[in-house]
């Protein structure tokens, strides 16, 4: 098996001991992403529309760096720290994903996210 870290300078320094991504066999596994801003290391979360808008640059970013885009991706995990704003959430994610297309996913709600953020989102994509 092989396994290649992929780390992308377009998106936020990882918060903890883990990489951006790892491509392993062609899947590529992107680590839970939050609305920190890659430029200024400041969260963005006046409203949940553009910290939802933040944490999908910041995937785009990491998918780009392995040559991938969000038609690449078959699975989101999407962690919510209010259930009440499921539909916000889902308004903005809608932006991204062709919805005959669109990845599996499941959105949780959670007790706590890191930093307090309301939105957390992983990613999987196959590189063909």
Known sequence: MSKQIINSSNAPAPVGPYNHSVLANGTLYISG???LDPATGNLVNENIEEETRQVMKNISAILSEAGLDFNDVVKCSVFVSDM???GRINAV????FDEATAPAR???EV???PKYVNVEISTIAVKL
Do not use: D
């Open 84 to 86: 009440g704003m499921y």
């Open 111 to 113: 007790a706590n996210l």
């Open 33 to 35: 992403q939050i609305a």
């Open 106 to 108: 499941e959105l949780v």
């Open 93 to 96: 994610y809608a932006e991204y």
